[in-house]
C-alpha cells in the first residue's frame, strides 16, 4: 500500500463533474484507491462517494492505493486533487 497526504488545489474542487472524472479515472486502475477528509472515506471509484467528500479548494485528503499498480493510481489521483496535467501511462 502506498499513501501520500495532499492539499485540494483544482479549481472548484470536487464537486460534480470534477468527482466525476475523478471515478472514471480511477476506475481505469486495478488497485483499491481510497480518499479521507476529515471523517469522511470515499472510494475513489464510485462518483458519489468522491462527491460526499465535498473537498473544496484547500482540503488536505489522503489517497491510499492497494494493489498491482498503486504507484501509477497514487500518482494520477493526486494529479486530479491538484489540477495538474495527468501523467503519461507508465
Not at 40 to 59: I, Y
Amino acid at each position: 500500500m502506498v499513501e501520500v497526504t495532499i492539499e485540494v488545489t483544482a479549481r472548484n474542487g470536487f464537486q460534480g463533474r470534477n468527482s466525476a472524472r475523478l471515478a472514471i479515472t480511477a476506475s481505469q486502475f486495478e488497485s483499491e484507491i481510497r480518499l479521507t477528509s476529515d471523517a469522511w472515506v470515499a472510494n475513489a471509484k464510485d462518483v458519489m462517494e468522491v462527491m460526499r467528500l465535498s473537498a473544496r479548494v484547500g482540503t488536505r485528503v489522503r489517497i491510499q492505493a492497494a494493489g498491482p499498480d498503486e504507484a501509477a493510481a497514487l500518482v494520477t489521483i493526486a494529479a486530479l486533487l491538484r489540477d495538474w496535467a495527468l501523467p503519461e501511462p507508465l
